[in-house]
């Protein structure tokens, strides 16, 4: 059945299967499975020169250009939307096996850009939650996140958002959080010493990185900031916030379980 916003007039969407594949944060392990014919596009040197270090960071834009380019589409390629001018990509790392990214299709450098502020970029946050109820599948709302990390959580300058399920421990604090309303303000402890910023909303429209811009601090700071999305028990999502300082890089991945045990 074709879908909208296959790179298709017609025939079948540009999907593949998914299998196990990582473009994880700063510091996580790269390693990759030799199977993987992307390997040496996306691997990453653990100690690039200047020159190399550059190179390293595009990876992630590299591999996009490839997955447009692809007929069929191969892995970690699985889906193309050129009306939606995003990609979905499997996350190559062996320890996230329940991972994806939804990833521009044109150059947009991270949650720093001024591109965020404008469609497509924009909704990535209501097209990443669509893309996740068709590769996490049988998980329940509150047991999928999307986050987007900051520029010193990130290993890539290419914007992509992690889309998996949430840490246990996560989905009992954000339960537990009756200080959470529909405005910013309530500081939950989610992960040992990282207090995120929390509320809680209704739809994923607006978008989250318009109600991040609300937070003056924020945006005039954009580069440090991270950002997630997770479900709520009962309807509606959590946008958490969190920012570089510290010992603390601004990861919101840390909140999510890559594993989905």
């Excluded at 540009?14 to 944060?25: F, S």
């Excluded at 990214?101 to 591109?115: F, M, N, R, S, Y």
């Excluded at 992690?162 to 009756?178: Q, W």
């Excluded at 005039?220 to 900031?225: A, G, N, P, R, V």
């Amino acid at each position: 059945m074709t879908r909208r916003g296959t790179r298709q007039a017609s025939g079948p969407p540009r999907r593949v299967a998914p299998i196990a594949a990582g473009w994880g944060a700063r510091g996580r392990g790269q390693a990759c499975s030799a199977a993987l014919v992307a390997l040496t596009l996306i691997g990453l040197s653990s100690s690039p020169g200047p020159a190399e270090a550059q190179t390293s960071r595009d990876k992630l834009w590299q591999q996009v250009q490839t997955c447009l380019r692809e007929q069929p589409l191969q892995l970690p390629c699985v889906y193309v939307s050129q009306a939606n001018k995003y990609v979905i990509l499997k996350d190559i790392n062996p320890a996230k096996p329940q991972a994806y990214l939804i990833v521009p299709a044109d150059k947009v450098t991270g949650i720093e850009d001024k591109q965020i502020w404008s469609p497509p970029v924009l909704n990535f946050w209501e097209y990443g939650w669509q893309e996740s109820k068709r590769y996490l599948k049988k998980q329940p709302p509150e047991n999928t996140g999307l986050a987007i990390n900051s520029v010193a959580g990130r290993d890539q300058d290419q914007l992509h958002i992690h889309i998996s399920c949430v840490k246990k421990s996560v989905r009992d604090a954000l339960a537990k959080a009756t200080a959470v309303t529909d405005k910013w303000g309530a500081l939950v402890e989610l992960v040992s010493g990282h207090k995120y910023n929390v509320r809680k909303v209704t739809s994923l429209s607006p978008s989250p990185f318009t109600l991040l811009g609300d937070l003056p601090a924020a945006k005039d700071h954009m580069k440090d900031q991270t950002l997630a999305v997770i479900g709520a028990k009962g309807g509606g999502f959590y946008v958490l916030n969190d920012y570089t300082h510290a010992d603390d890089k601004g990861e919101a991945e840390e909140l999510l379980d890559e594993k989905c045990q």
